[in-house]
């Protein structure tokens, strides 16, 4: 397995942007998909975007495209979500994982600890 840290989180306000980072470490993370997921307060943890090991294959759910960008660093075993025009909808805590490519929770088997995003109207 490869471990997982989160960063970039935080508050911000509808309309506005942030990068969140998932640091790896362990096992060769360019070996593995990526994914983020993210889980809203009574609801259960919902798919955001996969990107391929390679970088060159991305999927996206319907709610966030066109607004994220996932990619990923494979030299500094780092992957990114970038995230513009927020909506207080996307408030949740976000979680990268590494895995099978998928947008199902399941072909991921690494998973981090999660970090806040807070969009506030």
């Known amino acids: 397995q490869v471990q997982l840290v989160e960063s970039g989180g935080g508050l911000v306000q509808a309309g506005g942007s942030l990068r969140l980072s998932c640091a790896a470490s362990?096992?060769?993370?360019?070996?593995?998909?990526m994914g983020w997921f993210r889980q809203a307060p009574g609801k259960e943890r919902e798919f955001v975007a996969a990107?391929?090991?390679?970088?060159?294959?991305?999927y996206y759910a319907d709610s966030v495209k066109g607004r994220f960008t996932i990619s990923r660093d494979n030299a500094k075993n780092t992957g990114y979500l970038q995230m513009n025009s927020l909506k207080p909808e996307d408030t949740a805590v976000y979680y990268c994982?590494?895995?099978?490519?998928?947008?199902?929770?399941?072909?991921?088997?690494?998973w981090g600890q999660g970090t806040q995003v807070t969009v506030s109207s």
């Open positions: 990107i391929s090991w390679s970088g060159g294959s991305t």
């Open positions: 362990g096992r060769t993370f360019s070996s593995y998909a």
């Open positions: 994982a590494a895995g099978s490519y998928g947008f199902i929770a399941d072909v991921y088997d690494s």
